[in-house]
């Protein structure tokens, strides 16, 4: 039962009376007014947070009850759906290559198979929608304690908080001033990001309505999973509920509020995952995938809902968890072996909707909390990037789905994310199947009598009506269900929004096409990352980018040199073999022999304003922004200017008092722990100046600089 004790402000450092929650601070670390003496984070509130044993029993937890009739409904129209399908399309190709099936069309036969019954699987989870309903908000808010948090690792310091500043005003004008605390959890190692960091937290701490606590991690165990597990296991006893942001997403008040009366009137409630929103999308790239999301995903999460039931999944952020829960089933060890295969889970969401799930608790999708927004990849190199980390965590999931305890809607959330990294691959190798088996027909020489003395001869059978119409029922279930959303988007606000019907039907059409010409390149794309994570190469961490530039030719043509000489060389071949099979390949070959500069335009901001002007591609969100994503403009405006670097903290005492007001006790430890700090004080005192003595100093020894208060204090005393 959520608790109800006194304002989380209890134990921190503020003085009683009527302080305001954020009130300016004054030049010096300890200069008085309530923000000079409060400390980086609260007081520590710790919560056991067991690693867990996938071979072992789940830990207790609350009683399972059966699925719903709405919940089998929807079930059985998703999966017997997609199941007919499936049987459907193999007993019709069957059919076509009649009674002597040659190896290559039994390969050919498997590979459509498993393409066909993806799509059918993709149409009938949207159909499953139709039995969705709606949960239902409780008129009690609660009094749930709730922490905010954003882990960032390098990010725009500017901009990440200034959604976690929108985000506090609304909380605060939604009653929940008093229950409410953002933490911001960094994993930064870049020394400049750090001291960005330091003044930003310090800036939005003078007028957040909420206390703003900052932690920032030396030893980056986990990574993002370990980063929250280090909150939860220091300060999960300190609150009932945490909503998991991005650095680039963002909530609104109301919908937290609605989240924390949900989760508070259900006790066996342990997750609610909003469906995030793309928004900001400058480039074209993010544009085309921002009204993509945005048309087309509401009714596929809409489905998604209907029959995961309360067995949903978690995608890592914008969505609200209760802590005990989170800590008693979601300790994520280390897997054994090397990485890619072994090492730290990378997709941990997937992991820990399952684990909470396995020990009885429910994971919801509610597809009815709109107000969640996120960022989008500016570029098609970006996202590769991104997916080339997705990739490895989903395959790791092969590891563990198999895991005791986990139910059968979990493993099947583990084997969708599996399945749409695999689909590249098999994509591929029906393609080049199909171009082997046609080349075998056209090339070689018939043997219509294979065994001597045979009366009859073995016709070879082929029935082409029957393949394009099988064609044609895998392109209408691809489309049909593009087609289901833009009428869906016509009868609803959305289509007066987005410029109109007119406007949303040619966007849909523009999408269309420029999304089957990156097809063939991300199939290529993620075809060579699931080689290498085959291979033991390991994606790395690398901090993700939110702006998009347009790249330069040179950059494009190493990257896509590969998937133009693909499209040349099945050109030349397909041409060679009938001028027929090239005009099927065609929208394949176009995206290859293309892609360098369907990569360098759709990167370009100026085609994304283009775009934007002649009203394609417009969603909602552009025409009439989010009242928390126009306040986190400002914010963003407002923090900016006191965001700063290294340099400064030597220039300017006020900054470097409110960044050592930030930082944790420098900790005792033995002096071959503490080498860095040795070498920078040594360097700092025969250094000239202080740009000297930053000269001098690595990249460790700039981190100790900024984390040692001594250390800085004789460091800006050298002359600027």
């Known amino acids: 039962m959520d608790r109800t004790d006194p304002p989380l402000l209890t134990g921190t450092a503020r003085p009683t009376g009527t302080t305001p929650a954020c009130a300016p601070v004054v030049p010096g670390a300890q200069a008085g007014g309530w923000i000079g003496r409060m400390p980086p984070v609260p007081p520590e509130a710790p919560l056991a947070m067991p690693l867990q044993d996938f071979r072992a029993p789940p830990p207790p937890g609350p009683p399972r009850p059966p699925a719903s009739g709405r919940v089998l409904a929807a079930r059985l129209l998703a999966f017997g759906g997609a199941a007919a399908i499936t049987v459907a399309g193999c007993w019709q190709m069957m059919v076509a290559f009649g009674a002597n099936i040659l190896p290559l069309q039994w390969a050919l036969l498997a590979f459509f198979t498993l393409t066909f019954g993806w799509v059918g699987f993709s149409f009938c989870s949207l159909l499953a929608g139709l039995i969705a309903r709606a949960p239902v908000t409780p008129a009690d808010p609660g009094r749930a304690r709730v922490a905010i948090l954003m882990p960032i690792y390098h990010e725009d310091t500017a901009d990440s908080l200034g959604m976690l500043g929108a985000l506090a005003d609304e909380l605060a004008q939604a009653g929940m001033a008093d229950r409410a605390e953002i933490f911001v959890l960094s994993d930064s190692r870049d020394p400049d990001v750090f001291a960005a960091e330091t003044l930003g937290i310090a800036a939005l701490r003078d007028t957040c309505p909420l206390p703003v606590w900052y932690r920032r991690r030396t030893d980056n165990t986990g990574r993002k999973a370990g980063n929250i597990a280090e909150f939860v296991r220091r300060w999960g006893g300190r609150y009932d509920q945490m909503v998991v942001l991005d650095a680039d997403s963002v909530v609104s008040g109301e919908v937290v509020r609605a989240m924390s009366a949900r989760m508070t009137a259900d006790p066996a409630l342990a997750l609610i995952q909003t469906i995030p929103v793309l928004v900001g999308g400058q480039t074209l790239f993010s544009r085309v995938i921002q009204f993509a999301g945005r048309v087309y995903g509401p009714p596929i999460a809409r489905g998604v809902a209907a029959w995961s039931g309360d067995n949903g999944n978690f995608w890592g952020h914008n969505a609200m968890i209760r802590v005990p829960a989170f800590a008693a089933c979601c300790g994520l060890p280390e897997l ?43 570029t098609l190199l970006d996202m590769a990037v991104r997916e080339r980390r997705w990739a490895q965590g989903n395959l790791q999931h092969l590891r563990l789905v198999g895991a005791r305890g986990f139910t059968a809607i979990s493993r099947v959330h583990f084997a969708v994310g599996v399945l749409g990294f695999l689909m590249s691959p098999v994509w591929l190798a029906m393609i080049l199947v199909g171009l082997a088996l046609t080349a075998n027909v056209i090339l070689s020489r018939p043997e219509y009598f294979p065994q001597s003395y045979q009366l009859f001869p073995e016709w070879p059978t082929f029935d082409a009506r029957r393949m394009v119409w ?44 420029m999304s089957a010409l990156i097809a063939p390149v991300q199939m290529l794309i993620q075809t060579r990352q699931i080689l290498e994570i085959l291979r033991g190469k390991n994606s790395g961490w690398e901090s993700q980018v939110r702006k998009g530039s347009m790249p330069p030719w040179g950059l494009v043509l190493r990257r896509h040199g590969i998937h133009v000489v693909s499209g040349l060389v099945t050109l030349v071949v397909a041409v060679s073999l009938s001028p027929g099979l090239a005009i099927w390949l065609s929208p394949i070959l176009a995206g290859l022999i293309l892609s360098p500069a369907i990569s360098r335009w759709t990167a370009s901001p100026v085609f994304g304003r283009w775009a934007r002007m002649a009203g394609l591609l417009v969603t909602p969100e552009e025409r009439v922004p989010p009242p928390v994503i126009a306040a986190s403009t400002a914010h963003v405006r407002r923090l900016r200017p006191a965001v700063g670097d290294t340099p400064l903290l030597g220039r300017d005492p006020r900054a470097r008092a409110r960044h050592i007001a930030l930082l944790p006790p420098v900790p005792d430890a033995p002096a071959a722990e503490r080498l860095p700090a040795i070498a920078a004080e040594a360097k700092i005192a025969a250094a000239a100046s202080q740009a000297e003595a930053l000269a001098f100093l690595d990249r460790p020894e700039r981190a100790a600089l900024l984390s040692d208060p001594r250390l800085l204090d004789r460091w800006a005393a050298l002359p600027k």
């Open 336 to 378: 054994p072996g090397a990485p890619p295969w072994g090492g730290t889970v990378l997709s941990h969401d997937f992991v820990e909707a399952a684990l909470l799930r396995r020990a009885g608790w429910k994971v919801r999708l509610d597809w009815d909390l709109r107000a969640s927004y996120e960022g989008c990849p500016p």
């Open 470 to 513: 099988l064609f044609v029922a895998a392109m209408s279930l691809l489309l049909l269900p593009k087609f289901v959303a833009v009428a869906r988007a016509w009868q609803r606000p959305l289509a007066a929004a987005a410029g109109g019907r007119s406007r949303v039907l040619l966007s849909a059409l523009f999408e269309t096409v």
